[in-house]
């Protein structure tokens, strides 16, 4: 069963349903597929709650001619087709040009109890409270770097949590630095300023750091080093992201060159965002962490470029390059610093599917070493997170991934169709 | 400029050139290791650690069935994840349940315990077999292990006897009395070459093909299989000289975690997991256990066997010298023998009578 489009656009975030929406309106047959049930990526994840925000909305009803193509996820290539693996089966999509749009996630750093019942991800607890996760009347610590520490503490707060506080890791000279150069982007600013608004009365400290959680079976108390010495602080939750990395892991997989300038790779693309791939094309948060903005106006470029467009996805760039120097100056802003790297210790478990302590690793030099030693990065995540972590703090870069890119049915991987339920039920 | 001397140079860290490195060392031998990659990160990384008796070649038969007398050694070695899941090989038809009459017969003789299954037994030990088996053969001492970490442990043993591992550097060319490493330095001594696959680059007279073989490993799943499982025609598919084949070979990992293979291709040359054979391979593991369709594949990868003409690996002096000897050519078969292989070639350095006949082995059959 194999399905072409003329244009196919992997993740439907900003910048997704902008390629796809740009595509289509030059008349071009496209394909919009996302691994999630619903449009919308990180930032416009449905919230069970409210509706969605009136610029997701619009770009969703502006889909006119687009397929789209939900709780689809590509989890390997086959000879120039994606592999796909939908909930009864799976299929081959085939394309005149393919958009990577995979967004980023969270970069995750251990700490002693990190592992702890009741300690998350930040924009991961975000994602899960939009779902429907109870976090009403819980108390909570937002920790970690970047402005997603806001936005994640605003669904919190609409949710009924209490928060606690949030503790920025940059110093507050840092972030004082940073709030001055949003004088140049308007929209940002207020953006901010009705987050601030959001969280009136939540403690915003800079300089502070989780270095420890504690807790029997599940999480009771974090230890936080602030500008003011250490302080024991009682919570349920602790929510905690070091900003964003690209999911680069897809392009790798298709033989799409990395741009590995930086501490974890981007996809690596020109002016016009083509990657080094004939016929693909890469835009957002995958060619580097920018935001929404970057997200928009590059989807809007690669729709223009995968439907053969160049000149309308010219007229875009001086827009996207201004927006592309604001994802720069978040980056200089909000790096971890050398006291997050630092917070691990020898025990402090770095792979959390296969149970490694750091420790473990002292002594080996590249990724593929310490995972055949340690188990390192062998378990279903493949390195995503511990790999990534690893890069983070120095130690070697990650590994490249096998497929599937993602866990998927041996079913899938031989190419089946139908899952084998699906199949004894049609044929009875 | 000068020059390390040593009684031993063993090139190539595979299980073989470890497992040699380990037997000259604790024979008192001065020992030097080259290898240029991870330790066991060859054809040893990407295998699946069955220690199993073949019998249909009595030579192969011989050298497994010393190897696995020697593996019981480490049994209990935290790092070797010994796991004494047994061996069910499953017959599909009266003819194979004839041929596994047969095959017990023969390992019996060589003292390997093996038991015949009629259906009734066989759907007992492993209920998710599909309809229609006939019965099978129980080899119920063999075990399953993990090579990377057998390969790094022999090596650190022999360095904590006074071995030194030349890490990162690789054999540029053998020179007469020794080897040269690819940074210029020269190491004089005997050399063992046991570069698996990459033969042909240092001994190009001794003819060697790279056997490509795909595995996937799913998420955990304990139970769902209790033994290493395997179709009685995998002989045919191992031994066989069809380009391309592929047999029903399973393994519950003591993770919980199942390893699906077999594949094995002749022509493909590159490392990517090629979708066809994974499909050839998925859909004759699921025609023996129909389960495994809707469980979860974690991870696929490849890996290339170093295959001789025969079969048969090379044990033994390089052809017209006194001063280099080999030890490559397992096939499928190498994490089995390699404790026996490097026994066999230590006896066969030092002048000592074999426990076993070495002139199957011997590389000096490609000269004649
Ligand atoms: C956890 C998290 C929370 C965030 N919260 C906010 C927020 O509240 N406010 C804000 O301004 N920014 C937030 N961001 C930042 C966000 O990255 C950008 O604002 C924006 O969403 C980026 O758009 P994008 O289209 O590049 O990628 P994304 O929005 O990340 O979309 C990528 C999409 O690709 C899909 N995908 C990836 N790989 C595959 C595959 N192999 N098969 C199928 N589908 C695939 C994913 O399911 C996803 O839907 C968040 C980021 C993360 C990681
Ligand atoms: C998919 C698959 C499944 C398998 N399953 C099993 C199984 O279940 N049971 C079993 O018994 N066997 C199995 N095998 C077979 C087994 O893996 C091999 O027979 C065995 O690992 C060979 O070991 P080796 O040391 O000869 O080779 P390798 O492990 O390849 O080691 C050779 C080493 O030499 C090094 N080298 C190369 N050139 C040079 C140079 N010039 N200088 C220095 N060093 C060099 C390489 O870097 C490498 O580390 C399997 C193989 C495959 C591919």
Request: a neutral charge; glycine letters at 12%; hydrophobic letters at 45%.
């Amino acid at each position: 069963m194999t399905e072409r489009y003329d244009v196919l656009v992997v993740g439907a975030g900003p910048a997704g349903l902008a390629a796809a929406g740009t595509a289509a309106a030059h008349g071009a047959r496209v394909g919009l597929l996302d691994a999630q049930p619903r449009a919308g990526g990180q930032v416009w994840r449905h919230d069970v709650r409210k509706n969605a925000p009136r610029a997701a909305r619009e770009a969703i009803a502006a889909l006119h001619g687009v397929t789209l193509l939900a709780q689809h996820s590509v989890i390997a290539s086959e000879d120039g087709a994606l592999r796909v693996e939908i909930p009864q089966g799976s299929t081959l999509l085939t394309y005149g040009a393919l958009v990577l749009a995979t967004g980023a996630r969270e970069l995750l750093l251990p700490f002693p109890g990190w592992t702890l019942p009741g300690v998350s991800g930040a924009g991961g607890l975000q994602a899960l409270t939009k779902q429907g996760w109870p976090v009403a009347g819980k108390r909570v610590v937002v920790a970690g770097s970047g402005p997603l520490l806001l936005a994640a503490a605003a669904t919190l707060r609409a949710h009924g949590a209490k928060l606690v506080g949030i503790h920025e890791q940059a110093s507050a000279e840092s972030v004082h630095a940073f709030a001055r150069q949003l004088l140049h982007w308007p929209a940002r600013a207020t953006q901010a300023a009705l987050l601030r608004a959001k969280l009136a009365g939540v403690p915003y400290r800079f300089g502070s750091v989780v270095r420890q959680a504690h807790g029997e079976d599940a999480l009771r108390l974090v230890e936080i080093d602030g500008a003011h010495g250490t302080s024991l602080v009682d919570c349920d939750l602790l929510a905690v992201g070091y900003g964003l990395v690209p999911n680069v892991e897809l392009a790798q997989l298709l033989g799409c060159a990395l741009d590995h300038g930086h501490p974890h790779p981007h996809v690596q693309v020109d002016e016009l965002l083509r990657t080094s791939v004939p016929a693909i094309l890469a835009a957002g948060e995958a060619c580097g962490i920018g935001g929404l903005a970057v997200a928009r106006i590059e989807g809007a470029i690669a729709g223009h470029m995968a439907a053969g467009h160049q000149d309308d996805a010219r007229a875009l760039l001086p827009e996207r390059d201004r927006a592309r120097r604001f994802g720069a100056l978040l980056a200089r802003h909000f790096a971890p610093g050398a006291r997050v790297h630092a917070l691990a210790t020898p025990q402090t478990l770095i792979c959390r599917c296969e149970d490694v302590p750091l420790g473990a690793l002292d002594g080996y030099a590249d990724a593929r070493d310490a995972k055949l030693a340690t188990r390192c990065g062998m378990g279903a995540c493949q390195g995503r997170i511990c790999g990534t972590a690893l890069a983070e703090l120095g130690r070697f870069p990650r590994g490249a991934g096998r497929p599937p890119l993602f866990p998927a049915r041996l079913a899938t991987l031989a190419g089946l169709a139908l899952s084998s339920s699906d199949a004894s039920r049609s044929s009875t | 400029m000068s020059v390390a001397g040593y009684d031993l140079i063993v090139i190539g860290a595979g299980i073989v050139g470890a497992a040699c490195a380990d037997a000259a060392s604790a024979d008192g031998l001065r020992v030097a290791i080259v290898e240029p990659g991870p330790v066991g990160g060859g054809a040893t990384a990407a295998a699946m650690g069955h220690l199993v008796a073949m019998d249909d070649d009595p030579a192969e038969l011989a050298l497994a069935r010393y190897s696995l007398r020697q593996w019981e050694a480490f049994a209990d070695l935290k790092e070797a994840e010994f796991s004494r899941c047994g061996t069910l090989w499953v017959a599909r038809g009266e003819n194979e349940l004839a041929s596994a009459a047969t095959r017990a017969a023969r390992l019996g003789a060589a003292g390997v315990e093996a038991q015949l299954l009629d259906a009734q037994q066989l759907y007992e030990l492993e209920p998710e077999l599909a309809p229609g088996m006939s019965g099978g053969m129980l080899v119920p001492r063999e075990a399953v292990v993990y090579p990377p970490r057998v390969a790094q442990h022999l090596v650190r043993r022999a360095q904590a006897r006074g071995a030194v591992l030349y890490a990162g550097r690789r054999v540029q060319a053998l020179r007469r009395g020794g080897a040269q490493l690819d940074d210029g330095s020269m190491l004089s001594g005997p050399v063992l070459v046991a570069t698996g696959c990459a033969l042909p680059a240092l001994l190009p007279q001794l003819p060697m093909r790279a056997r490509k073989g795909h595995l996937v490993i799913t998420d955990r799943y304990p139970g769902v299989i209790r033994h290493q499982l395997l179709e009685l025609g995998y002989a045919d598919s191992a031994h066989g000289d069809a380009d391309s084949s592929v047999a029903f070979n399973v393994q519950p990992r003591p993770t919980g975690q199942i390893l699906l293979g077999s594949s094995r291709e002749f022509s493909a040359t590159d490392a990517a997991v090629s979708p066809a054979m994974l499909r050839r391979m998925l859909e004759r593991c699921f025609s023996f256990v129909p389960a495994l369709r809707e469980l979860q594949a974690v991870r696929a990868w490849t890996g290339f066997r170093p295959t001789t003409p025969d079969g048969r690996p090379y044990l033994g002096a390089v052809p017209g010298s006194t001063d280099q000897w080999v030890a490559a050519g397992h096939e499928g078969l190498g994490v089995t023998t390699a404790l026996g292989s490097a026994r066999l070639l230590l006896d066969l350095i030092r002048n000592r009578q074999p426990a076993i006949d070495p002139a199957p082995y011997s590389p000096s059959r490609m000269a004649a």
